[in-house]
T-cell receptor, first 115, second 111 residues
């Protein structure tokens, strides 16, 4: 089944403890992206990747890192999480970036709480 | 600045009734506009994608319209069902790497 998977789905951690949220897609998509969703703010892009070894900042990259060493995986790294990073995170992928008829598939989400 | 504005913020309708959600955008250049449905706590799911040359597209009971001249789109839901209760998000793409998301319209379909 074609899908985007994220792990973990739920995570409670403490300030400063490094964590990684994994994202994997099995559709051979070139483009992958991370979003955070907060009440009243909608979805905001954190980082995106146009292809392997190509990553770029989105609208809210501060406090996050990403890597794209393989086409299928795009982990999100929080080196020193803070409470303002408590949010619902979504990974998404599409065949290519934003062009016509380029549907973006979203993962199920990771709910992160930083105490 | 690229922006997508959606209205209303929230809406309650009775099961079986129709409704229309609105989206205005200032994204430039414009490549395509998408409508997504997001159930609470889940990832958004694509309903329609339209380019500037398309002014209507349907997906079952969902019909999206686009007026690229006035930079407006609408999503019409016909004969609503309880399962239509969700957030509906309008997303505009300039055709390259980033998308601009609206904040969504929360729809509640009441029995």
């Amino acid at each position: 089944e074609a899908q985007v998977t994220q792990n973990p789905r739920y995570l409670i951690t403490v300030t400063g403890k490094k964590l990684t949220v994994t994202c994997s897609q099995n559709m051979n998509h070139e483009y992958m992206s991370w979003y955070r969703q907060d009440p009243g703010l909608g979805l905001r892009q954190i980082y995106y990747s146009m292809n392997v070894e190509v990553t770029d900042k989105g609208d809210v990259p501060e406090g996050y890192k990403v890597s794209r060493k393989e086409k299928r995986n795009f982990p999100l790294i929080l080196e020193s999480p803070s409470p303002n990073q408590t949010s619902l995170y979504f990974c998404a992928s599409s065949l290519f970036s934003g062009g016509a008829y380029n549907e973006q598939f979203f993962g199920p989400g990771t709910r992160l709480t930083v105490l | 600045k690229n922006q997508v504005e959606q209205s209303p913020q929230s809406l309650i309708i009775l099961e079986g009734k129709n409704c229309t959600l609105q989206c205005n955008y200032t994204v430039s250049p414009f490549s395509n506009l998408r409508w997504y449905k997001q159930d609470t706590g889940r990832g958004p799911v694509s309903l329609t994608i339209m380019t500037f040359s398309e002014n209507t597209k349907s997906n079952g009971r969902y019909t999206a319209t686009l007026d690229a001249d006035t930079k407006q789109s609408s999503l019409h839901i016909t004969a609503s069902q309880l399962s239509d209760s969700a957030s509906y998000i309008c997303v505009v793409s300039p055709g390259y790497s980033t998308l601009t998301f609206g904040k969504g319209t929360m729809l509640l379909v009441s029995p």
